[in-house]
């Protein structure tokens, strides 16, 4: 039962990570900037709508909303954290989050394809071609970590992660997590890689492929996009912290601080940072892999 607290907190709290995001971005302008709820109340706001589907899509374009927020809601019952198991947990459970994630975004790209607009192609594009690039962040940087845990599953990997861990193994630590927080900016489309808030059609990815959708199909693809930040978020948080150190009653705790904490620094990035050119997010994506794929050596010689 306690392991059931993990999906529900966060399907409860992934909206307000938005919330914490803008909040950063509106303080570091010097502006008081929208409420720590918006997310919600915008979520509410189109689910109270109706949905407008153009005349040329087919039922893809009305499935692919659902398609992405189940396998997103499902890939938030792998997540443990640290010694608080998850809901689902088995040897190999890593794959299939990785593809829970892969299959959202296929069903993504493939609703920008049926709308038959050159425009949500451009963008289906550019998504697929960097999460080419970012997948082997996160495979290479998995594989060091299961090699330095000596386990395959999500929660055992977690829960190995201790104070004499990080001792052990900083070097190799610290590099997954520098390639994985690009990893989260890049499939989040977070500046410096996307900008979630853009209107320039030269420069959009993610929001280009969900022009067309209005209604509650827009706020599962918004609550579907809240929940796979949590989820980026808390792979990074689980790394970062030894939860594993902590007593058990303190971990939920520690976990939320740190996905405040990621919170925070997305939005203390973004206020720094502009956004990329297009030319220059592949040389950053190849540099991530790069990390991990350093940090699989350092854990293969040591």
């Not at 914490?20 to 109270?48: E, F, M």
């Not at 796979?228 to 939860?243: D, E």
Request: aromatic letters at 8%; one cysteine or more.
């Amino acid at each position: 039962m306690v392991s059931l607290v993990l999906p529900l907190t966060a399907w409860l709290a992934a909206p307000f990570l938005l919330g914490v995001i803008a909040r950063i971005k509106a303080c570091v302008a010097g502006r008081r900037g929208p409420s720590l709820l918006q997310a919600y109340y915008d979520l509410a706001k189109l689910l109270r709508k109706g949905c407008v589907y153009s005349r040329t899509t087919s039922a893809v374009t009305r499935i692919a909303p659902s398609v992405i927020l189940a396998c997103v809601v499902l890939a938030t019952l792998l997540l443990p954290w640290g010694g608080i198991r998850a809901p689902l947990s088995f040897a190999g459970d890593v794959v299939v989050l990785a593809y829970l994630l892969g299959l959202a975004r296929f069903a993504t790209v493939l609703a920008a394809l049926d709308a038959g607009s050159s425009f949500e192609g451009m963008g289906a594009s550019r998504e697929v071609q960097f999460a080419a690039l970012a997948e082997p962040s996160f495979f290479l940087g998995m594989l060091a970590l299961v090699l330095c845990s000596g386990h395959v599953g999500l929660s055992d990997m977690v829960s190995a992660i201790s104070l004499e861990t990080w001792r052990d193994s900083t070097v190799l630590l610290l590099l997954v997590a520098c390639s994985w927080f690009v990893l989260l900016l890049t499939e989040n489309s977070r500046i410096p890689v996307d900008d979630p808030n853009t209107h320039l059609e030269l420069t959009m990815v993610h929001e280009v492929m969900v022009l067309d959708y209005s209604g509650p199909d827009f706020g599962f693809i918004l609550y579907a996009a809240a929940l796979k930040l949590w989820v980026f978020g808390a792979v990074l948080v689980s790394i970062i912290v030894p939860l594993a150190s902590f007593p058990l009653w303190l971990q939920g705790p520690v976990f939320l601080a740190g996905m405040l904490c990621v919170a925070v620094l997305i939005g203390v990035v973004e206020s720094v940072m502009a956004r990329l050119r297009l030319l220059h997010i592949p040389k950053v994506l190849i540099g991530a892999a790069a990390l991990s794929l350093i940090a699989l050596i350092v854990e293969l010689v040591r």
